[in-house]
């Protein structure tokens, strides 16, 4: 059963600290996606890659959010420094072409910053 | 640009009523895919159906009706005699074509907060 994998799955950290989530999109996808959803905001898209480039990040603070394909089984978002306001959770979704645009999520990471 | 409505915030139905929830979609695009997920109160989004812009037949599935019309921009999602596991947040979205740059992107509604009692 393909399914994408997000880690960690809940965080509690301090203000100031580096959060780093990880994602694995399913095999043989090529388009990954970062999400944010908060209770204010809803579901926000913060950046999406294709063929591990890069697409769109315009969602992201630049200023503290960072987000990578280091090799098409892994996807990264990292904050640094965190602050309170980020505390949201964090999806990570993949498609591809054969899915007809269908992307398929994660499981969330939970961010808590206080 | 695209945009996605879902204009109820919340639905609150006794177990077995049926329950109709509206999304309304504005694209420019010829080529365009519409979607409903389903997000229970565990927190995974959960994919339900797709629907691309050329495929106008309604689709049932089980207690699930789904009934797109591009004439008024709507994608509605009906859920016959509901039941309490049915509670969860649905989301509806839409993606342009597959052949544009940004294919796959998919702008989300504000979800619709489904409540069903016993």
């Known amino acids: 059963d393909a399914r994408v994998t997000q880690t960690p799955r809940h965080k509690v950290t301090e203000m100031g600290q580096e959060v780093t989530m990880r994602c694995q999109p399913i095999?043989?996808?090529?388009?990954v996606f970062w999400y944010r959803q908060t209770m204010m905001q809803g579901l926000e898209l913060l950046a999406y890659?294709?063929?591990?480039?890069?697409?769109?990040d315009s969602g992201m603070p630049k200023d503290r959010f960072s987000a990578e394909m280091p090799d098409a089984t892994l996807a990264t978002l990292k904050i640094q420094p965190s602050e309170p306001r980020d505390s949201a959770v964090y999806f990570c979704?993949?498609?591809?072409?054969?899915?007809?645009?269908?992307?398929?999520f994660g499981e969330g990471s939970w961010l808590t910053v206080v | 640009a695209q945009k996605v409505t879902q204009a109820q915030t919340e639905i609150s139905v006794v177990e077995k009523e049926d329950v109709t929830l509206d999304c309304v979609y504005e694209?420019?695009?010829?080529?365009?895919?519409l979607f409903w997920y389903k997000q229970p109160p565990s927190g995974e989004l959960v994919f339900l159906i797709r629907?691309?812009?050329?495929?106008?037949q309604n689709e049932i599935s089980g207690r699930y009706s789904w009934n797109f019309q591009k004439s008024t921009s709507s994608f509605n999602f009906t859920i016959t005699a509901s039941q309490v596991v049915d509670s969860a947040v649905y989301f509806c979205?839409?993606?342009?074509?597959?052949?544009?740059?940004?294919?796959?992107?998919?702008?989300f509604g504000d979800g619709t907060t489904l409540t069903v009692k016993p």
């Open positions: 979704a993949s498609g591809s072409g054969q899915s007809g645009n269908t992307i398929y």
């Open positions: 095999l043989g996808h090529n388009t």
């Open positions: 890659f294709r063929n591990r480039a890069p697409l769109d």
């Open positions: 694209t420019r695009d010829t080529t365009y895919y």
């Open positions: 629907r691309n812009s050329f495929d106008e």
């Open positions: 979205a839409l993606s342009e074509g597959a052949y544009r740059s940004n294919a796959g992107k998919s702008t």
